[in-house]
């Protein structure tokens, strides 16, 4: 059954420079502008990573947990730290994120080629990610940057069992280099894999880069939900830098409507996510 769409802003991300992208919300008082505007437009959760003094990604705990604090005071967004981080970043700083005690938290299913990195997720340590959200009444968002790491969810669960709330919410992360193209043969596809996940799994998407467009345009035709912001793309359109995380945040709304799946409420994402 098709319902309205929950709309996810993915804000800072770890891996644009302020330098190079002025309108890169690093500070604890942009992050909180952009996360009620985006609010106001719509969003319904956000997705975080933060960033130190000098503008570079950190996943120092009392920053976390100001920034959880902070947003959970001044929105009713659903607040969704990232255990990905950087590519850089070490597993147990990745681990060390869930004692934040965010509502929901990212969960990559798998190791990908990222660009000339590599974003490494073992088995174990996704192992360790899921059990330890299962323990804590964290509900996971299990990030998929390619179609095999969908098989590793349905083994995952398979193996150590649903996750808090008993709801299964993906997000397919489409167009990395070095990931599952950007387009929606492929969204069709990982769609089709969600066949072997439990009942009523629901699924976001978002396109890195000039992929951004596609697929939220074949997400929001196939059922599923919207990841948008400038973790994802800082380009506009050809040629047209992103002037703030609103204005992807607008443009999802507005093909959302149009679609006439309207933006969920934060209390409706809660209720679809279990959380
Ligand atoms: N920054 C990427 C290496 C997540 O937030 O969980 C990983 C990432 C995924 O952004
Ligand atoms: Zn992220």
């Not at 802003?9 to 502008?33: I, M, N, Q, R, Y």
């Not at 992360?173 to 599952?180: D, K, N, S």
Request: charged residues 20%; contains cysteine.
């Amino acid at each position: 059954m098709t319902t309205g769409t929950l709309i996810t802003v993915a804000p800072t991300g770890a891996e644009s420079a302020k330098t190079e992208v002025p309108a890169l919300p690093v500070t604890l008082d942009e992050l909180l502008l952009t996360a009620k505007e985006c609010a106001a437009l719509g969003a319904a959760v956000i997705h975080v990573h933060i960033r130190d003094h000098e503008a570079r990604p950190t996943l120092d705990q009392g920053r976390l947990r100001e920034t959880v604090a902070a947003l959970r005071e001044s929105t009713d967004l659903i607040v969704q730290l990232s255990t990905g981080g950087a590519v850089t970043d070490p597993e147990a700083d990745r681990l060390a994120v869930l004692d934040a005690a965010p509502d929901m938290a990212s969960c990559t299913m798998g190791t990908v080629n990222f660009g000339d990195d590599v974003f490494l997720n073992r088995w174990e340590f996704i192992v360790e990610l899921h059990t330890r959200m299962q323990e804590r009444g964290i509900v996971p968002e299990y990030e998929i940057f390619d179609l095999g790491h969908l098989a590793a969810l349905q083994r995952l669960l398979g193996k150590y069992g649903l996750p808090h709330g008993g709801h299964v919410h993906v997000d397919f992360v489409m167009g990395v280099p070095g990931g599952m193209p950007g387009n929606a043969a492929t969204l069709v596809a990982a769609q089709q894999m969600l066949r072997d996940l439990p009942e009523g799994t629901t699924f976001s998407a978002t396109g890195i880069g000039r992929t951004t467009i596609p697929v939220m345009l074949a997400a929001l035709s196939a059922g599923g939900h919207l990841r948008v912001g400038m973790e994802d793309t800082v380009t506009y359109a050809k040629g047209r830098p992103v002037e703030s995380n609103m204005q992807l945040v607008a443009r999802a709304v507005s093909l959302a409507q149009l679609a006439q799946r309207p933006p969920l409420n934060p209390g409706e994402a809660r209720q679809l996510l279990g959380r």
